[in-house]
């Protein structure tokens, strides 16, 4: 039986990328997806981090800080380097079909500025007249920004997410951007929450993170 919806408070990224693993390890349902890949998959699952700021990176990343920053740098950049899309071009330079270039992170703070009680301070990646006709689509695709109490809070959602190998990435670069919108507004930055419709391990990470699961024991949780 398919286990749909769980939820998850982590005090840091480490901390909630730890309890998501081995969440996603013990409880995840095993299928091979349209890639003819096998993961180990949990459906909506939702996380908090209460302090992005803390433990950002997991002692068993593969990622340095130098590359995270620089991931952090293209999320906050419009630029695209050659790739089919960026996450940054699809935020500060949404266009398509004639539309002119859109920056929602500007959007984003105009709204909190002019309301900071707004519930429209929402940026989305998903263009559906090119990514219905695509293969590589973005895995992220609402970020949304409320102000409560002086604290700026990110919500996110993800159709796909990667969890082993991509979601410390994902959330250090989400962080900064956190902070970047927190600091154009006054705010403090706050929590970072994630809903990952798909949150997976994929096969060629089996490995390694049965190790560092089995290796941190009672720990994770």
Known sequence: MVK????IRGRSISDAWHRGLNLIWREGQEIT?????????????QVVVENPY????PQEYSWN???LEEYALQLLSGKNPGFEYTYGERLRSWSCQGIAPVDQIEHVIRR??????TRRATAVTWIPPLDET??????????DFKLRNGRLNLSIFFRSHDFAGAYPANLY????????????????PGSISTTSASA????????????????????VF
Do not use: N
């Open 4 to 7: 749909l919806g769980r939820f």
């Open 33 to 45: 997806d349209e890639r003819g890949t096998r993961i180990r998959e949990l459906l909506s699952l």
């Open 54 to 57: 803390q433990e950002m990176i």
């Open 65 to 67: 800080q130098e590359r």
């Open 112 to 117: 909190l500025k002019a309301s900071p009680s």
């Open 134 to 143: 695509r293969e590589e689509v973005p895995c992220m695709i609402v970020d």
């Open 173 to 188: 670069g989400l962080a900064r951007v956190l902070e970047y919108v927190s600091g154009e507004i006054g705010a403090c």
């Open 200 to 219: 997976h391990i994929y096969e060629h990470d089996w490995d390694w993170v049965a190790e560092m699961l089995l290796g941190k024991g009672s720990e």
